[in-house]
């Protein structure tokens, strides 16, 4: 538990300092899996825990609530962007308190997890529904705040990937109990991350080529069928800032294709299923347009049945392969 608490006050103090940012975004959930791991076997501090819970989401849902009515009266001579950005926060807040507040409710719970692998007896599933459902909330108000923006290029620096594996990796490991209930060999187990074969290597190029065709077809279906939505798909461009793309390409892919398979696939997927983990790593996605989203879903869908069948190792390796030609076919 200290090394997990530590490393979050690192990843904080780098925040604040401005030193490295995006750091301090995992921490939140790296210390609320961590606080219900240690409370699931204490049933004293499981109460004290879940009495905390229930009044910050009651909390939440009253303050989201009264000012998502009020707003108006309160903000009503502010700019519309600025009405628009409580409202959404505002309904949010609720959200998020509403949904932790299921996940807390033994009774809402039980029903929540019924047709999922979460026991509704467990702290941690319980901490991991609401972290979901906390997620899912976050992106899709950010993706309604997102809508209207008129998008600019985003920078890819050197550092990037570092800091996306730095993120990734330390929550899939914490969410399965590394360094508490699993040593690295029995996490990376949890996690999917075992050998694969030499013919496996060569599927996944497989898979990876039949997503770039896939993307390709449905890409030109857009610009055909949506031409409007087509051209709002690229708002948010990535560019290399300080690296040329055949080397950032790759780096890049590599980092998202292992922290982000580590997470959804690795992680989340054998409690929460194939069809709510695809959902939340489109979800994450709110840089694209409905399109851009459902296809990275389906995509999502297709990686979580293969891991199902093969193991985490190949939907990463797939991942990676599948990302690097996306970002070098346009340079070819």
Not at 114 to 137: E, G, I, N
Not at 173 to 181: D, Q
Not at 313 to 330: E, R, S
Request: glycine share 8%.
């Amino acid at each position: 538990m200290l090394l997990w608490i530590s490393l979050c006050a690192v990843y904080v103090g780098l925040g604040v300092l401005g030193l490295v940012d995006g750091l301090w975004v995992v921490a939140p959930y790296i210390a609320a899996v961590t606080f219900a791991r240690v409370a699931e076997p204490r049933p004293e501090l499981r109460r004290a825990l879940r009495t905390v819970v229930l009044a910050a989401a009651t909390a939440a849902i009253v303050v989201g609530v009264a000012v998502g009515f009020g707003r108006r009266h309160v903000f009503g001579s502010a700019p519309a962007e600025t009405v628009k950005l409580v409202t959404v926060a505002a309904w949010g807040l609720a959200a998020v308190g509403a949904s932790t507040l299921a996940c807390a409710v033994r009774p809402l719970r039980e029903r929540l997890f019924r047709k999922l692998a979460l026991d509704p007896k467990s702290a941690v599933h319980a901490t991991s529904a609401a972290l979901y459902a906390a997620t899912l909330v976050v992106m899709v108000g950010s993706f309604v705040l997102l809508y209207d923006d008129p998008g600019d290029s985003i920078p890819i620096y050197l550092s990037d990937p570092a800091v996306s594996l730095l993120t990734d990796v330390p929550l899939a490991l914490a969410g399965v109990g590394f360094l508490m209930t699993r040593n690295l060999p029995t996490a990376m187990n949890r996690l999917g991350f075992v050998p694969i074969t030499r013919r496996q290597v060569a599927w996944a190029g497989v898979v990876a080529a039949a997503f770039v065709v896939a993307a390709g077809v449905l890409d030109h279906a857009e610009a055909w069928l949506l031409p409007e939505i087509y051209g709002r798909e690229g708002r948010f461009s990535l560019t290399f800032a300080n690296v040329s793309p055949w080397v950032g390409a790759p780096l890049v892919a590599m980092a998202a294709g292992v922290g982000e398979e580590a997470i959804f696939r690795g992680a989340l997927q054998p409690r929460f299923g194939v069809p709510l983990t695809a959902l939340l790593f489109a979800a994450v996605h709110v840089q694209y347009e409905i399109p851009g989203i459902l296809l990275i879903f389906l995509i999502g869908v297709v990686l979580g049945v293969l891991r199902d069948r093969t193991s985490t190792t190949f939907t990463a390796l797939a991942h990676m392969l599948y990302d690097i030609a996306a970002f070098l076919l346009p340079d070819v």
